[in-house]
């Protein structure tokens, strides 16, 4: 009975899970819904069976457990265009779809007192953005415009005590990833594949990698952490092979980190972490929009973002044996230039702080109820010569191109423990 229960929620995950996000850059501020409460932290303090995500070396400490979640995710997302010769200054609103709802689901199972296997499947990341009147009309588009990018992972296991207190894990990533794009004909005469830019529909992506991590024990109350994923290879976006640099090349970029939990009383731990996520490294996301060779060209345009570090910390409180309160900070630099506006208004992913808070409500038979809520603060990007002067390539641009946006995050989880 136990089987079929964690093999029916799993595929209810996996079905569900393509949602879209943009917290720090375009990935989540954290996995699971404790570590969402404490500004996303997790990498020395695995608190449920989402703890693969962020270091699978964590599993060990989680025990035998499921845990399922939902979380509801709600940006708020617009541009404008000043200073342009196509017309006037205009403001637009790219909330045409602004409520996703993102479930998690976990499920960890001890081999004996120093190993584990799980499965953790959560979204990753994605953005969205969807403008009923479209910025680019003054420069030939017809109808609404925006984009909408979905990455589930599915990512079983396994972690391994090797000396007291330490602790190596590994996660295959089952990736999946959904694109879509709208509203984008002036981009197409600078495309080497013009039928493969806009309005073609959904197309899928897929790819495996992998998240390796170290969990020590340094003493009773302090722990030590490392979480490492390498650039995940996807499958290519055929549909859209002439706006993504490389054919509809659009890989998960590496990312690394390391983090520390201590216990400065019985009832209270602090935590933080700093991760990097290579953005840069990715071309379709990484190469500025100005560069030489033509749209979907191994040298054509991309986002233009930056790498970022994050900064992540958090506190928990135990007020009883029943309850337990959580707060956190979570800071990212800005991955998007001034001069790399305009093609993110597509992609307006500039917010970089935000504030949590959570709590677990432990019932009877050891079984909990977790909150997180997040708020990201409105964050503004003023665009610097972010319109090319000769877009499109037969026109006159020039202005700039700002962003701006905001998040509100409130996620619930139940989990089992066995």
């Known amino acids: 009975m136990k089987q079929k229960i964690i093999v029916s929620m799993l595929v209810a995950a996996g079905l569900a899970s393509p949602v879209a996000y943009a917290t720090n850059g375009y990935f989540a501020h954290g996995y699971g819904t404790k570590a969402k409460g404490m500004g996303g932290v997790g990498i020395a303090l695995p608190q449920d069976a989402l703890a693969a995500a962020t270091n699978p070396a964590g599993m060990i400490k989680v025990g035998e457990r499921i845990d399922a979640g939902l979380e509801w995710f709600r940006p708020s997302r617009s541009a404008s265009i000043t200073g342009n010769a196509f017309g006037a200054d205009a403001t637009y609103d790219g909330n045409g779809k602004q409520n996703f709802f993102i479930p998690e689901f976990g499920y960890n199972h001890m081999l004996g007192a120093d190993s584990s296997v799980g499965v953790s499947v959560y979204g990753n990341g994605g953005m969205n953005s969807d ?9 030939g588009a017809t109808g609404s415009a925006g984009i909408n990018l979905e990455q589930l992972f599915i990512s079983p296991s396994y972690a391994k ?38 309005d073609q529909g959904n197309d899928s992506s897929t790819g495996v990698g992998l998240r390796l991590g170290w969990l020590g024990e340094i003493s009773p109350s302090f722990s030590l952490g490392a979480t490492y994923q390498p650039k995940t290879r996807m499958s290519k ?57 033509p749209l979907g060209s191994a040298t054509g345009a991309g986002f233009g973002w930056k790498d970022v570090t994050v900064f992540k910390i958090g506190a928990s409180h135990d007020l009883s044996d029943k309850l337990t309160v959580r707060a956190g900070y979570n800071h990212n630099n800005q991955p998007i230039p001034a001069s790399e506006t305009f093609f993110n208004i597509l992609a307006p992913g500039v917010v970089t702080d ?7 409500w432990r019932l009877e038979g050891n079984n909990e109820i977790s909150l997180a809520y997040m708020h990201a603060f409105k964050t503004s990007v003023n665009g610097v010569n972010s319109i090319p002067p000769g877009f499109p390539p037969a026109g006159m641009g020039g202005g700039n191109a700002n962003l701006k946006m905001s998040e509100d995050s409130l996620g619930l989880a139940y989990s089992w423990k066995m």
């Open 131 to 139: 403008y009923a009147q479209n910025p680019y009309a003054r420069f």
């Open 161 to 198: 005590e090797i000396a007291p207190g330490h602790s190596l894990g590994i996660a295959v990533n089952l990736v999946y990833q959904r694109f879509s794009a709208k509203g984008l004909t002036p981009f197409t005469g600078m495309s080497a594949a013009p039928g493969s830019v806009t």
């Open 237 to 293: 976006f055929s549909k859209y092979q002439g706006l993504f640099a490389d054919q509809g090349s659009f890989d998960i970029p590496a990312s690394y980190g390391v983090g520390m939990s201590m216990k400065p009383t019985p009832v209270t731990t602090l935590a933080v972490d700093v991760e990097v996520i290579e953005y840069s490294k990715v071309k379709s996301v990484g190469s500025p929009f100005a560069s030489p060779g």
């Open 354 to 360: 935000h504030v949590t808070l959570g709590a677990t």
